[in-house]
């Protein structure tokens, strides 16, 4: 049963942009927050950004700080990951993942996960 999909990678050259989506079904616990997590080959997967599905409270890794902007719509279960001025070192696969957690910053914090989503970027 597919609780998280996540679409929307692609091939982009450096400053462009590129939009991510996550829906999700999960009706075995109330999600307190989801994030994204990117993984680039050969490395750990990291943590990208997370929002709260109630209040919205969001957080970024510094990295991507002024670039990315994660949003949710409660209406339609699905977040968002708007991301600008992209670079070659954002090159990874992108996961959502759905916590029902207050701590939400590493990926031992969350049950779900969707199946990633290749984002490549040219230089």
Known sequence: QVQLVDSGGGLVQA????RLSCVHSIRTFRV???????????????????????????????????RFTIVRDN????????MNS???????VYYCAATNTRTRFTELDYAYWGQGTQVTVSS
């Open 86 to 92: 992209l670079k070659p070192e954002d090159t990874a």
């Open 32 to 66: 307190y927050a989801m994030g994204w997590f990117r993984q680039a080959p050969g490395k750990e997967r990291d943590f990208v950004a997370t929002i709260t599905w109630s209040g919205g409270i969001t957080d970024y890794a510094d990295s991507v700080k002024g």
């Open 15 to 18: 400053g462009g942009s590129l």
């Open 75 to 82: 209406a339609k279960n699905t977040v968002y990951l708007q």
